[in-house]
């Protein structure tokens, strides 16, 4: 009995965080095979023409089974160069989640742009200012038959839903504009780069109210990071990354290295192999900051394409319940290049 209540209580919170209207935005833990959902600034920035991305999340299936929390995105987008040395870039994106027994849902499609304009260097070497804007339409809906009120409790240790609900609401879905801009710095030479970023998403604080008569506005977010490659021998290289993003009273903070070990290199071929370890920080607004979970993370490369997977080890309080299972992912990333004509000029995102 005490097991199925704490298994009972900490469905609980998930669902009703799920259900806050203040909630957090997606997250992914491979963020970085994610360009476009992290800042628009990113739009653009490849060495290659046209790039596409597909990301999928699943995350407490240990505690909610079927209802566990499902998060998925797509993006497509390219470069086109401008004079001698700068580019824009154009793309779009397209992403969904939906968490728990009540199947609160998000579904958000935004067009995207940027101009990266080269602030000095050389044929070796450059460094990059990225200003990126993007703006969509964000879609938030639940289904409230599904959902289950303290009102419903019969006394016994179980539920009653003829007993009703003293909760009433005028929407089940709620359909607003979304307002992104970024800003991106980098630097590359030869086998290393480095790179900083921060974007500003939600700009216009939308209203995402399910009751009229109580407007609730959507949490601006502010996201900074920052990364790079370094090599340590012909072979293998460390590819150090961490990201920090605060929306209202909400904190994450995702940080770790891989180390890559590069398996072929030619004019015509590349395969490359990374295994990495990270950490996610998180606030908890009564007891402050705390480790959620430590992510196991992989990644192959080869030629025009890119897989990446990765493991949630969750070690919060959560874990009694989860068994310390967090959340899987998988990351798919294929590049157009063709015939290139210009010098190799930013990091390998």
């Not at 990059?128 to 879609?139: N, P, R």
């Not at 016994?156 to 979304?178: K, P, R, T, W």
């Amino acid at each position: 009995m005490k097991k199925l209540l704490q298994k009972f209580l900490t469905v609980s919170v998930l669902v009703l965080g799920a259900l806050s209207l203040n909630a957090q935005d997606i997250h992914f833990s491979q963020f970085y095979l994610s360009p476009l959902n992290l800042n628009p600034a990113m739009t653009g920035v490849m060495n290659c023409n046209v790039r596409l991305v597909a990301n999928y999340r699943n995350q407490w299936a240990s505690v909610l089974k079927s209802n566990a929390f499902n998060t998925y995105s797509v993006s497509y987008d390219q470069r086109v160069p401008v004079g001698r040395y700068d580019y824009f870039g154009i793309g779009g994106s397209f992403w969904g989640d939906k968490a728990g027994r009540s199947e609160f849902g998000q579904i958000e499609g935004k067009l995207a742009a940027s101009y990266s304009k080269r602030m000095g260097g050389d044929r070796n070497k450059a460094h990059y200012l990225v200003v990126g804007l993007d703006g969509g339409v964000l879609q938030r809906s639940v289904d409230f038959q599904n959902l289950r009120w303290g009102t419903q409790h019969d006394g016994d240790g179980g539920f009653d839903g003829s007993l009703g609900s003293l909760e009433n609401f005028d929407n089940d879905n709620v359909l607003v504009a979304d307002l992104a801009a970024g800003l991106l710095w980098f630097s590359t030479m030869e086998d290393n780069n480095f790179y900083i970023g921060g974007a500003y998403h939600h700009l216009n604080r939308a209203d995402i109210a399910f009751q009229d008569a109580d407007p609730d506005q959507l949490y601006s977010k502010f996201t900074l990071h920052a990364g790079g490659e370094f090599a340590l021998t012909n072979k293998m290289g460390l590819v150090p990354g961490v990201v920090a993003m605060i929306q209202g009273p909400s904190l994450e903070i995702n940080t770790g290295t891989s180390l890559r070990f590069t398996l072929h290199k030619s004019r015509f071929e590349y395969q490359a192999l990374q295994f990495g370890a990270w950490a996610r920080i998180s606030n908890r607004l009564e007891s402050g900051v705390h480790t959620d979970a430590f992510i196991l993370s992989s990644r192959f490369d080869y030629n025009d394409f890119s897989l990446g997977f990765s493991y949630d080890v969750n070690v919060s309080d959560l874990r009694a319940a989860s068994n310390s299972n967090g959340a899987f992912e998988f990351a798919l990333v294929y590049k157009l290049c063709g015939p290139e004509k210009r010098n190799v000029y930013c990091p390998n995102f």
